[in-house]
């Protein structure tokens, strides 16, 4: 049976921006914009794409590996940090170079100790606009990578191409959605934040950045409790109004610790119950400096190749976690320490904070980065048939109610919007600030029953109602709980079996 007329299928916003983008094909069909269009188009269907940004040494590279799983970007120095890198899921392994002057190459590269080693094949680094990582990696079907140079990198133009990657003057923003690094917030993060908002839709935006305050095992120079006072410095920064309005939460990952944790050895187990069997005392004074731990105790039966190698996967801190972890038998094997290292290192939950503020709303992210570009294309080149254009691109962006969610948020972190603290609280939350699941807008437990759902989802209803049409309201929080009022609209249809 056809569908009836007067009862249109509702359409998706993936639907909506995909019918944009198909309009947009015909009106600029044969000029050079078609490509981006099409491409545009098919990145609809493509993961998320999400890059690590932050300063040049923030560990972005390090982070980048432990959310692979494996060690594929190259750390430190070394001519390929220098270059843009993408890394995507796909059935073969494969590198390409896409150069600036002359078609894109395939590369040769090897792996060594875990560790992926791509070969330039003579190219300098500064002739290669990006390297494009294909690897069949389970954690890239939903995500794909984008790591980079970082600002203030050793060259000018390494520094321009992060730039131009996050910020760009013409393109579309590349990455939907940022993972921002920060060691110390200068003022130097701030105005690079900043900037990159600035190319948003509802600017400034903390829609689709979260902050991680890296090296988090270094800020209490690798003391054992070093993760308790990163979680208080992070929490301090994230309630930061100037933070704040840049990103949507910050918190602290020892990424050095994180990356080891998912690509943990035996043999490297082994040589940390070496240092478990000695006696606390000695083993404190061994790991009281990394000098003293690489050049103390000759009869310990690590050589001094090996201590370094353990510094250098775990950090002074790493090394001191782990053997005390396995001296108090909190873990057992090596499956068990991994597991422990990753829960400690702020992995685990950086990893859930991705997933509720990023995947799970990785198509209004997507269809944001999209009409975005349908936009800038229409001002670049205008055509007879772009002026409707752009207005189906408005007509989306002001309709769709995914987008409204982000434009509350937006206010609310930018302090726009404001109200009693429980309030804006309970607001953020029904709009999905702090995870997009039904079960966290309503905070309720992850198995909350249908019928518990559906009643906190009527109180809150009525209760965001009544705000909206309280005369004491300001108008700005009135727009907010219309939103609101949305929301538990949208919540209690789809708990409905109708
Ligand atoms: N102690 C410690 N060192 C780290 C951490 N993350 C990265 N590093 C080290 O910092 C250096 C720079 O890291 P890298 O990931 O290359 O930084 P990038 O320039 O931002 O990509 C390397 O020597 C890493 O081993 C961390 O969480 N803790
Ligand atoms: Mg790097």
Known sequence: MSAVASEPVKQTLVDRTRAVLTHGLDVYRGTPHAGRLAALRDRLDQPLRVAVAGRVKAGKSTLLNALVGERLAPTDAGECTRIVTWYEDGHTYQVRAHLAQAPPRQLRFARENGQLDIDLGGLAAADVEELVVTWPAQALRAVTLVDT???GSLTESASRRTWDLLVPDEEETPADAVVYLMRHLHAGDVEFLRAFHDSEVSRPSPVNAIGVLSRADEIAVGRLDSMASARRVATRLGEDPSVRRLVQSVIPV??????????????????????????????????????RFVSTRPELGLTEPERTSLLDRFGLFGVRLASTMLRRKVAGTATDLARELAERSGLNQLQDLLSSLFFER?????????????????RELPLPGSDSLAAEV???????????ELRVLSGLRSG???????VVAELERVIGGAGGATHQRLRLPPDAPGPDLAAAATDALTRW???????????????AARVAVRSCEGILADLSPH
């Not at 209004?364 to 800038?376: D, I, M, N, Q």
């Not at 009544?466 to 700005?476: G, L, V």
């Open 465 to 479: 109602q009544r705000r909206a049409e309280n005369p004491f309201t300001s108008y700005e929080l009135a727009v």
């Open 416 to 422: 726009w919007v404001a109200g009693k603290e429980e």
């Open 362 to 378: 990785r198509d209004v992210l997507k269809c944001r980065s999209a009409l975005l570009a349908v936009g800038e294309v229409v």
């Open 254 to 291: 020892a990424g050095l610790l994180a990356e080891t944790s998912v690509t943990l050895t035996e043999e490297e187990v082994g040589r940390l119950r070496t240092i478990a069997d000695l006696e606390v005392r000695d083993a404190e004074e061994l790991l009281l400096s990394a000098d």
């Open 394 to 404: 408005e007509a989306v962006v002001a309709s769709a109610h995914p987008f409204n």
């Open 149 to 151: 140079p970082g600002i």
